[in-house]
């Protein structure tokens, strides 16, 4: 049985690193038109997310976005954006990332793979504290930010009035969710946010109680998961470190700041109680918080890459005896962020 030659040249670029396909776009205009068709992008994306491939390691450090070979931390490119150094990431989705301006200037959404980006409308909205998230509508297509925008005095009230609003990348814009309200204080959301099975998670606080929020992109409607049981009693949770989400190996996962150690559980079962299982404790280092975030396993999945916050590195942990290695690189001292990254075909 043979097949037509056009499908088994789509069949083959479909399987090369977007490096090549970023390249292959100046062959002719046929492969051109391919590569950016939105159809394409998407299966290149899928079949990376699948099996695992096509993957780099994106960090923050020293006011500057470093791209790395998942295998090698050697030879990072520093990637080419437009707010210069005064920015941070506030979202991470399927190799896109959400920045933040620390000078009021609009939110951009940002390629590493094709050194792209897209620039928000501006909200025009004043607010106390706004916090921020970034994923995908996989039913609608579409790229989501969303915006929480709380005013007033919640810190002594207990409470704030907030607002949800949503910017869609097809439409390119504004709206109010559909969501009447947020049903708890994002006092802690400085920890960051993770987008998992079509939702953006944050720790936020609901009657000075901490708790893992998820903001469900289908429907725009807020729910609460439950927090792993521990035996925080007798380590109570150090309030300066306090609980931290993140994603691993396609799970969410949460990061516990003990008085003595910390905590990193897996939920292997999206929203049910019962499936969170502690990955590991290790012992603070000098009262420091060791594991803030982890990020990805190594490639042997013998070494688990993690972000300190306190002293601002990555680290390897090894499971098998526990021992914490800083990664050794240009420029991964003071990494205030670090993610892994899936080549996106998207030109935005």
Known sequence: MSFPVDIIIIEILLRLPAKSLLRFKSVCKLWYDLINDLDFVSRHLERSLVIQTNLHFVYHAHNTLRLADFDSFNNPIELNYPYGDCFMVVGSCTGLL??????????????PTTQTYKKLPLLGISASIRNFGFGYDSIARDYKCVSVIQCGDGYRRGSFESEVMVYSLKDDSWRKARSPSVPFNFHLSFRGNVFVNDSIHWVGGINKCEAIVAFHLRDETFSTLPIPDSDSDSDPVNSRGGMCVGILDGCLCLSVSNVNRDDVWVMREYGVAESWTKLFSIAKHNGHIVVERPVCYSINLKELFVHMSVICEVASINLDTMEISTVKGPDFNFCT????????????
């Open 337 to 348: 962020k670090a993610y892994v990254c899936v080549e996106n075909l998207l030109t935005l």
């Open 98 to 111: 959400c920045l933040q301006s620390s000078n009021q200037r609009p939110l951009m959404i940002y390629n």
